[in-house]
């Protein structure tokens, strides 16, 4: 897109950006991958700062918890019941109409991996996971996609913007994903708003370092902070970068290739299972959503259908076919009521 010189001014007087680097942010394509707490920053400051094209990729829809930190939705959101993706278009849209936004409401498997995070400059983590974050990381290091990586929970936060070949991955820093249950998540330990805030603009801040090509002021720390406590440190990762690791050095991508993860996962901070599509589904949500009618109260829109069921569970089938079953943390039961409902 474009650059207009009167709405970036002060952007482009900050001498290490300028006019080129302003050029280059227009020129730019970037991924959020998970459009929650972090990712809502994200997308509003790299907007804001004239990136030409985000695609912002999201499995699921606001809810009223969301709101005390996910900056980019509101009450009308929640009330609509339309996904994450389509409805932060439509607010980043409002600010800034010159930038063009790729809303996706899909998850990032294996199999999505290559269509999802394809054809852009740089990917940014606002994910909750490590089997996305895992997946992102090997995608980038085989893509060779510069990517920064954020989390936050409690109080606290860290940031890692990885430069496939130059600096630490993920992976360097963390070999093995943890098991689940094993950290604590944003539905065990909470979060406060503010975190949220801060890693999601640091994350923007290293993206668009990463965008203008200032790659000598990026990489191979690992920023972590504490607000509670007021502790901001950085750790330096290049003793990791060296130590040859079996993804960024020696091209080894067990996630990407199918032979890590997969079916159910608990969603973070929420009474609910996601249970995955087998590849290649595809849901006609019309004759879904008329299948269900007499089963129980159904509600649908063009990305989802909705179904109340008995006991306090509620069945939301996306057009990719997944599901996602609240009103339970059980992965078995969840699989067998898609099973049971979808035919899944
Ligand atoms: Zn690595």
Redesign the pocket.
């Known amino acids: 897109m474009p650059v207009d010189p009167e709405r970036h001014s002060r952007q482009m007087r900050f001498a290490p950006l300028g006019a080129a680097g302003q050029a280059r942010l227009a020129a730019a394509g970037v991924a959020v991958v998970g459009c929650g707490a972090l990712g809502s920053v994200v997308a509003m400051a790299l907007t804001r700062a004239g990136v030409g094209r985000l695609r912002i990729i999201d499995r699921d829809v606001p809810e009223r918890s969301n709101l005390p930190r996910q900056v980019l939705f509101d009450e009308a959101d929640v009330a609509a019941g339309i996904p994450k993706a389509v409805a932060a278009a439509g607010h980043l849209e409002r600010i800034d109409s010159s930038c063009r936004i790729e809303p996706v409401v899909a998850d990032l498997t294996a199999a999505s991996a290559a269509r999802l995070l394809g054809g852009v400059d740089l990917i940014v983590d606002g994910t909750d996971n490590f089997e996305a974050r895992f997946l992102v990381n090997e995608f980038a290091c085989r893509a060779g996609i510069p990517w920064v990586h954020g989390g936050a929970i409690g109080a606290e936060g860290r940031v890692l913007a990885v430069l496939p070949g130059r600096t630490?991955?993920l992976?360097?820093l963390v070999p093995e994903p943890p098991a689940p249950g094993a950290l604590p998540t944003c539905e065990t330990a909470g979060i406060i708003g503010p975190a949220a805030l801060v890693v999601g603009a640091v994350e923007a801040a290293e993206a668009i370092k990463i965008l203008v090509g200032a790659l000598d002021r990026v990489g191979n720390r690992l920023l972590v902070c504490d607000l509670w406590e007021n502790l901001w440190r950085c750790v330096d990762l290049a003793p990791l970068a060296a130590a040859g690791?079996p993804?960024?050095?020696q091209g080894d991508y067990p996630w990407l290739e199918g032979r890590a993860g997969g079916g159910a996962t608990p969603l973070c901070g929420r009474d609910a299972v996601q249970v995955a599509a087998p590849p290649g589904a595809a849901v006609d949500l019309a004759a879904f959503a008329a299948r269900m009618a007499a089963c129980g109260r159904v509600t649908a829109n063009p990305w989802i259908v909705r179904v109340a069921l008995e006991g306090g569970i509620e069945l939301a089938v996306f057009a990719d076919g997944r599901a996602i079953v609240s009103g339970t943390r059980d992965e078995a039961r969840a699989r067998g009521l898609v099973a049971r409902w979808l035919g899944a």
């Open positions: 630490a991955c992976r360097c690791c993804t960024c050095r």
